[in-house]
């Protein structure tokens, strides 16, 4: 089971690093307090995962 949660863990953070990297080249990114990244001072993107305790 702790395997699988590493696992998990590991796709998650690939893409946050995927969609602030394919974001960050044309907008400005940042870590909002709530949210996963806000875009441009607008808007606020969650990537999104079915488990949030990982």
Not at 22 to 32: D, E, F, I, M, T
């Amino acid at each position: 089971m702790e395997e699988q949660i590493d696992y998990l863990r590991k796709i998650f953070q690939r893409r946050l690093t995927f969609f602030f990297n394919q974001l960050s080249q044309a907008h400005k990114v940042r870590y909002p307090k709530t949210g996963d990244f806000l875009v441009d001072r607008n808007h606020l993107f969650e990537v999104g995962w079915e488990r949030q305790d990982l």
